[in-house]
């Protein structure tokens, strides 16, 4: 369940940008999700390691913190240096860089949902992680529709911000509602 929701999250939105807005806007669009996934590398190796962990009551209290910190600095150096990085590496995409931006900023809570993930499945609670998927999926579609009519590509990426803002909040509420 928990997959297919993952699948479903990551394909959505071309789904629905592509029919809406058209390539133009999806290029850049997907050019800064791209960057978006890569930046996640560190955090989705964390939570491999973390999961067997979590199971066993092993909390990793420090890493964890650890990668929270690193997913922070690299929100800080995707701002800083996407405007000089981008036209060297991407010159075509050029009004890709405050999108990539923007979609910077939701490595931190999509970083935190990662290890809110693991202890919740090591703790054998998948429907947590589900139910915060559904809130992800749904805010990012409503976002696309309403934010991207509104503000184009920039309303595009601060759907998946918010998106994923609301799926951490989702799963810290959700957490919190079983551990009280």
């Not at 964890?64 to 690299?74: A, D, E, L, P, Q």
């Not at 923007?102 to 202890?119: D, H, Q, V």
Request: glycine share 8%; with cysteine.
């Amino acid at each position: 369940g928990t997959h297919v929701l993952e699948v479903i999250g990551i394909n959505i939105d071309k789904l629905i940008i592509f029919p809406m807005f058209g390539a133009l806007i999806l290029g850049p669009y997907q050019l800064g999700f791209q960057i978006f996934v890569i930046l996640l590398i560190i955090p989705n190796i964390v939570t491999q390691y973390t999961l067997p962990h979590d199971a066993t009551g092993v909390k990793n209290k420090s890493l964890k913190k650890f990668t929270m910190i690193i997913s922070g600095i690299i929100t800080g150096l995707v701002v800083i240096l996407s405007p000089p990085l981008i036209p060297i590496f991407f010159p075509k995409f050029i009004e890709a860089i405050e999108v990539i931006q923007i979609m910077g900023f939701a490595l931190i809570p999509t970083a935190l949902s990662l290890i809110l993930t693991s202890e919740l499945l090591g703790k054998e609670n998948s429907r947590s992680v589900i139910l915060s998927n559904i809130v992800g999926i749904i805010v990012l579609i409503i976002g696309i529709v309403v934010l991207g009519e509104i503000m184009g590509l920039l309303g595009l990426a601060l759907s998946l911000v918010i998106g994923k803002i609301l799926q951490c909040v989702a799963l810290l509420i959700l957490k919190n509602r079983i551990t009280a």
